[in-house]
T-cell receptor
Framework: AQSVAQPEDQVNVAEGNPLTVKCTYS??????LFWYVQYPNRGLQFLLK??????LVKGSYGFEAEFNKSQTSFHLKKPSALVSDSALYFC????????????FGTGTRLQVFP | EADIYQTPRYLVIGTGKKITLECSQT?????MYWYQQDPGMELHLIHY???????EKGDLSSESTVSRIRTEHFPLTLESARPSHTSQYLC???????????????FGPGTRLLVL
């Protein structure tokens, strides 16, 4: 079965420290992977994606994600967290059976403390 | 099971036509969203609404407009369709149940638009 897992419901980080939000996937073949952010009272906002090529993908707002095929992971990272990064983060993978659809993880709440 | 509906499911139309994509939900959700998605690729938020008489522009510049006169209805209108509008349009709604901090967005089946 295809799925993505976000093992942490919440991640707490001090401002200025590096942050990691974890995502692992289970999909046959080459995955198309995405990260989204949802700020309070907003819809999902696309951050970055991995289709092919370099394993390190750079996205919006200084975020990046590393695709690791051997560990089936696609963790979201940022070298220095900001309080304004506090939001919900969703990992997603393209559904190979219905390629128009994305399968979302359950989300991780990132809380950055001043 | 989420009850969110979109019509039409598929639409082929000529350049310059005015079109309205319908979205309705029967869950009483206040928040509703429109996303644009090229096939199999990322979603881009184009409009959202907090509730009746609330409409906001999203992150992707869009030539479409929306209205929210009733809670259950959130139509999206293109005044003059162009080939660059060819895409899939996904509607979603959400609510935040008491005691939970993570809202769940429920997506409609989408409308595939082809502008010739």
């Amino acid at each position: 079965a295809q799925s993505v897992a976000q093992p942490e419901d919440q991640v707490n980080v001090a401002e200025g420290n590096p942050l990691t939000v974890k995502c692992t996937y289970s999909v046959s073949g080459n995955p198309y992977l995405f990260w989204y952010v949802q700020y309070p009272n907003r819809g999902l906002q696309f951050l970055l994606k991995y289709i092919t090529g370099d394993n390190l993908v750079k996205g919006s707002y200084g975020f990046e994600a590393e695709f690791n095929k051997s560990q089936t992971s696609f963790h979201l990272k940022k070298p220095s967290a900001l309080v304004s990064d506090s939001a919900l983060y969703f990992c997603a993978v393209r559904d190979r059976r219905d390629t128009d659809k994305l399968i979302f993880g359950t989300g991780t709440r990132l809380q950055v403390f001043p | 099971e989420a009850d969110i509906y979109q019509t039409p499911r598929y639409l082929v139309i000529g350049t310059g036509k005015k079109i309205t994509l319908e979205c309705s939900q029967t869950m009483g959700h206040d928040k509703m969203y429109w996303y644009q998605q090229d096939p199999g690729m990322e979603l881009h938020l184009i409009h959202y609404s907090y509730g009746v008489n609330s409409t906001e522009k999203g992150d992707l510049s869009s030539e479409s407009t929306v209205s929210r006169i009733r809670t259950e209805h959130f139509p999206l209108t293109l005044e003059s369709a162009r080939p660059s509008h060819t895409s899939q349009y996904l509607c979603a709604s959400s609510d935040l149940p008491p005691g939970q901090f993570q809202e769940t967005q429920y997506f409609g089946p989408g409308t595939r638009l082809l502008v010739l």
